[in-house]
């Protein structure tokens, strides 16, 4: 599903990492892990075009990310950024974001199925009506988690999916996530954590740095 | 209908005074807007009695090739102001704003002109200039304040743009949002103007048409009309920059340059 090969990605004077390769197939969940600033969220913001490699490729379904395949990649990609503030002043509108675009009409948001994941997640229903500024940070993680997820798209990105949650809170997280390669056919997962518990179950660590 | 009372030169000074009033606020309160009004007021003056003496040749000569030319200035002087008021670089706005502003102010004008009024010289002095300084004017306000939202909010909330992007938003569905708010803020303003038309103040155009001595029944013809077309050529204008301008503003892959200046 995601092919990275020989990715060098570089800053300036400053080399985040050279001669990456990385393989993650459907069915698959990996997590990269390694010492802050080592080029993790880079690596995943690459993917989508974010970041301008010095040298290698990465290719999803077979076609290498080029500026004219850029919009290809991205529709068969759904995306959870690390720390995401956005400009919304209610739950159900940062919900409806993603929905709201041509690629996911398809998809069709669901608020069943969003609430069978905020069940899943140890979310409370009531959340959906609330303020965001009324929500914790860890609450405003799952419920992006449970967003992506509902995307239907073949290939996941998760930035620190858990770096706001109490163990607990995390386990249910992980089972979550252990199901979703399972789910549209097969989907492959790549996801970025410093959390240990976490990474134990995950099909795959890639130590980066 | 009578004719315009002219207003003597001792008269204007007398009524210049008035500024007084506002100053003394100005001085008091410690606004530091003194500075600003003395020089502003000055810059008027000398400004309208410049472009005073200049129309009045242009009315003389009549000319549509001047009075195109006079329009082309017009455009250079909107960019110019709207760029420095802005701080958006020159090479991403510059050529965007220029086309937007021609090619807005040509159409609605000249729609205006030979449509609406059936002139037989819709290039004639006496209605081309005031149409088209009045849709210069009002494009240039409603641009710099949608520029200014839309590229404060899109550098500001860049994460909304990028998370829209990443999730397989196309390009203008990632930039949606901060044109949706750049337009509530850019007309809003003439949209609320336009319900309370009449009640709450009675227009620049019609008062101007009004002491010039047409009908109160042409005045608020004209007035419409100007609402109207003033509207209409500013969400042209900015609809044409914004659609040349993002594609600068993006590199290959969609990412946000740089758009502000050092």
């Given at each position: 599903?995601?092919?990275?090969?020989?990715?060098?990605?570089?800053?300036?004077?400053?080399?985040?990492?050279?001669d990456?390769?990385?393989?993650?197939?459907?069915?698959e969940?990996?997590?990269?892990t390694?010492?802050?600033?080592?080029?993790?969220?880079t690596?995943?913001k690459?993917?989508?075009?974010?970041a301008?490699?010095c040298?290698g490729?990465?290719?999803?379904?077979?076609?290498?990310l080029?500026p004219?395949?850029a919009?290809?990649?991205r529709?068969?990609?759904?995306?959870?950024?690390?720390?995401?503030?956005?400009?919304?002043?209610?739950?159900?509108?940062?919900?409806g974001?993603?929905?709201?675009l041509r690629?996911?009409?398809?998809?069709?948001?669901?608020?069943?199925?969003l609430l069978?994941h905020?069940?899943?997640?140890?979310?409370?229903?009531?959340?959906?009506?609330k303020?965001?500024h009324?929500i914790?940070g860890?609450q405003?993680?799952r419920?992006l988690l449970?967003?992506?997820a509902?995307?239907?798209?073949?290939?996941?990105l998760?930035?620190?999916?858990?770096s706001?949650?109490?163990?607990?809170?995390?386990q249910?997280?992980?089972?979550?996530?252990?199901?979703?390669?399972?789910s549209?056919g097969?989907?492959a997962?790549l996801?970025v954590?410093h959390?240990?518990?976490?990474?134990e179950g995950?099909?795959r660590r890639?130590?980066m740095? | 209908m009578?004719?315009t009372?002219?207003?003597?030169?001792?008269?204007?000074?007398?009524?210049?005074?008035?500024l007084?009033?506002?100053?003394?606020?100005?001085?008091?309160?410690k606004?530091?807007?003194?500075?600003?009004?003395?020089?502003?007021?000055?810059?008027?003056?000398?400004?309208?009695?410049?472009?005073?003496?200049?129309l009045?040749?242009?009315?003389?000569?009549?000319?549509?090739?001047?009075?195109?030319?006079?329009?082309?200035?017009?455009?250079?002087?909107?960019t110019?102001?709207?760029?420095?008021r802005?701080?958006?670089?020159?090479?991403?706005?510059?050529?965007?704003?220029?086309?937007?502003f021609?090619?807005s102010a040509?159409l609605?004008?000249?729609?205006?002109?030979?449509v609406?009024?059936?002139?037989?010289?819709?290039?004639?002095?006496?209605?081309m200039i005031?149409?088209?300084?009045?849709?210069?004017?009002n494009?240039?306000?409603?641009?710099v304040i949608?520029l200014?939202?839309?590229?404060t909010?899109?550098?500001r909330?860049?994460?909304?743009?990028y998370?829209?992007l990443?999730n397989?938003?196309s390009?203008f569905?990632?930039?949606?949002?901060?044109?949706?708010?750049?337009?509530?803020?850019?007309?809003?303003?003439?949209?609320?103007n336009m319900a309370v038309?009449?009640l709450?103040?009675?227009?620049?155009?019609?008062?101007?048409?009004?002491l010039?001595g047409s009908?109160?029944?042409v005045?608020?013809k004209?007035?419409?009309m100007?609402?109207?077309?003033?509207?209409?050529a500013?969400?042209?204008?900015l609809?044409?920059?914004?659609?040349?301008?993002?594609r600068k503003?993006?590199d290959?892959?969609g990412?946000?340059?740089?758009?502000?200046?050092?």
């Open positions: 599903m995601l092919r990275i090969e020989n990715l060098s990605i570089r800053f300036g004077q400053t080399t985040l990492f050279t990456m390769n990385l393989h993650v197939k459907r069915g969940v990996v997590c990269l390694g010492s802050s600033g080592c080029g993790k969220t690596l995943l690459a993917v989508m075009g974010f301008t490699p040298q490729s990465i290719s999803v379904d077979g076609f290498q080029t004219h395949t919009t290809f990649i529709h068969r990609v759904a995306w959870m950024p690390q720390g995401l503030s956005l400009p919304c002043e209610w739950v159900r509108e940062m919900v974001l993603p929905f709201d690629v996911n009409r398809g998809a069709g948001f669901s608020e069943e199925t069978q905020f069940d899943a997640l140890g979310l409370d229903k009531g959340l959906l009506d303020r965001l009324e914790s860890g405003r993680q419920i449970a967003i992506t509902m995307q239907e798209k073949p290939l996941i998760l930035d620190e999916p858990t706001a949650l109490d163990p607990a809170s995390t249910k997280v992980l089972q979550f996530i252990q199901r979703l390669p399972f549209n097969g989907r997962i996801t954590s959390d240990t518990a976490f990474m995950c099909d890639v130590v740095g | 009578g004719t009372i002219d207003i003597s030169y001792w008269g204007l000074g007398i009524g210049m005074l008035l007084l009033v506002p100053i003394c606020f100005f001085h008091r309160f606004t530091g807007l003194v500075k600003a009004t003395v020089v502003g007021a000055v810059r008027m003056v000398v400004q309208l009695f410049l472009i005073g003496i200049y009045k040749y242009l009315f003389l000569w009549d000319n549509p090739w001047i009075n195109f030319l006079w329009v082309f200035i017009m455009v250079y002087v909107a110019e102001t709207a760029l420095s802005t701080r958006l670089k020159r090479s991403i706005l510059m050529l965007p704003l220029i086309v937007g021609l090619a040509i609605v004008g000249l729609y205006f002109l030979g609406v009024l059936q002139l037989d010289n819709i290039f004639g002095a006496q209605y005031p149409i088209f300084g009045i849709l210069m004017g494009m240039l306000s409603s641009n949608a200014n939202t839309f590229y909010n899109l550098m909330d860049r994460q909304l743009y998370y829209l990443g397989g938003a390009r569905e990632a930039i949606a949002p901060f044109v949706r708010e750049a337009i509530i803020k850019a007309f809003s303003p003439a949209i609320a038309m009449g709450v103040a009675l227009p620049g155009t019609m008062i101007g048409q009004i010039g009908s109160p029944n005045a608020i004209y007035q419409m100007i609402i109207v077309i003033t509207v209409a500013s969400i042209l204008s609809m044409i920059t914004l659609w040349l301008g993002t503003t993006f290959a892959y990412c946000i340059r740089q758009v502000f200046k050092e």
